[in-house]
């Protein structure tokens, strides 16, 4: 899809604007455009493959996720339970099965906007705590560390009031108003 066909109309005008502030590119191919899909290319390297992470939208409604950053594509709208099926067993009675489905989003605009809030929260917020070189920081390890930075911080303004204090005291000892000690030459007298 290109950018006209985004501008089209005020939906597709404010996903294009989304999709510009998360870095998201539109890559898809004059095939996939013509079979109503289209695929875009996140700016975050999946976890474990280190390849930018691609989920495509398909005229069927499903959403899914695309590309070679995982081993398998995945679906990634919402699951709701399908109707109960009754299969008859062989001693008469019958036994209830039920499975989960996907819920199929049809209008084209609806599944850009989900992916996108999908994208936003599954993998911009939840990876919030990767570096920009693509390291990622478990978050144990950052959560010690702005302890131990705010223990420091703690420990460092401690001891900047200890020394205030310290200065403090040994200024109010040399300005006692009963005795003032002039050092002149290396001699300390003391003027009364």
């Given at each position: 899809m290109n950018r006209k066909e985004y501008l089209s109309d005020t939906?597709?005008?404010?996903?294009?604007?989304?999709?510009?502030?998360?870095?998201?590119?539109?890559?898809?191919?004059?095939?996939?455009?013509?079979?109503?899909?289209?695929?875009?290319?996140?700016?975050?390297?999946?976890?474990?493959s280190g390849i930018l992470i691609e989920v495509a939208s398909f005229k069927t409604g499903y959403v899914r996720n695309q590309g070679k950053s995982t081993r398998s594509n995945f679906q990634l709208n919402k699951r709701c339970e399908n109707?109960?099926?009754?299969?008859?067993?062989?001693?008469?009675?019958?036994?209830?099965?039920?499975?989960?489905?996907?819920?199929?989003?049809?209008?084209?605009?609806?599944?850009?906007?989900?992916?996108?809030?999908?994208?936003?929260k599954n993998y911009y917020i939840k990876n919030a705590n990767r570096v920009p070189n693509g390291e990622f920081v478990p978050e144990w390890k950052y959560d010690n560390a702005c302890r131990n930075g705010h223990d420091m911080l703690h420990e460092q303004k401690q001891y900047e009031n200890q020394r205030v204090r310290d200065l403090e005291n040994k200024f109010a000892k040399k300005l006692d108003v009963n005795s003032v000690i002039v050092n002149v030459n290396g001699h300390n007298y003391k003027v009364i």
């Open positions: 939906r597709y005008a404010k996903v294009l604007e989304q999709m510009d502030l998360l870095g998201i590119m539109d890559i898809t191919t004059t095939r996939q455009d013509k079979n109503g899909t289209i695929v875009w290319k996140l700016p975050i390297k999946d976890q474990d109707e109960p099926e009754y299969f008859k067993l062989p001693n008469g009675d019958y036994r209830k099965f039920t499975t989960r489905g996907c819920v199929l989003i049809p209008i084209e605009i609806d599944r850009l906007e989900y992916l996108i809030s999908y994208c936003l």
